[in-house]
């Protein structure tokens, strides 16, 4: 995690892969030093088949929703289209946009094997509709740590 408050923070997870970003002591630190988010945005994308998989979502759901940006993507819910986290992602895409242009922005990205390419395509996508080179702004994210992919 990065050390200092004003960076920006992006987590994107499907299921289970919920548990590292609830872990992550970055989020109750800056909650629990005035009680309210005065640092750098928090972005969370969730991806689950259907709301009734929420409780693998646990307390981050309890968090105010000025402190943290949280979207979610419902595949298998009845009567609608599937929507998955990089689909969340491409609609919030003026936002992670700005955010992959700031140098104290950091992606986590944790879940299924079969979500990894996706939500790194929808990045490059993003990047690429806001006239960044994704080659360019890819390798600076893993060679500064600000990127790190976590699926099994």
């Known amino acids: 995690m990065p050390n200092h408050p004003k960076s920006n923070i ?3 997870c499907t299921g289970t ?20 988010f005065e640092g750098g945005k928090l972005m ?9 998989e929420l409780p693998y979502f646990g ?11 949280t ?9 609608k289209p599937k929507r998955y986290v990089q689909d969340a992602m491409r609609d ?8 992959l242009k700031d140098g104290n922005s ?9 979500m990894e390419e996706g939500v790194v395509m929808a990045l490059r996508d993003i990047a690429q509709n806001a006239g960044l080179d994704w080659d360019t702004v890819g390798a600076a994210l ?7 992919l976590e699926t099994y």
Do not use: Q
């Open 142 to 148: 893993k060679k500064e740590g600000r990127l790190h």
């Open 92 to 99: 919030r895409a003026a936002d992670l946009a700005a955010l």
């Open 10 to 12: 992006v987590m994107i």
């Open 106 to 114: 950091y992606f986590y990205v944790c879940g299924l094997k079969s």
């Open 59 to 69: 307390p981050l759901n309890n968090l105010p929703k000025d402190f943290i940006d």
């Open 17 to 36: 892969g919920s548990a590292p970003m609830r872990a992550m002591t970055e989020w109750r630190r800056r909650l629990r030093a005035s009680g309210k």
């Open 44 to 52: 969370l994308f969730f991806g689950a088949r259907t709301p009734a």
């Open 71 to 79: 979207e979610f993507a419902f595949s298998r819910e009845i009567g």
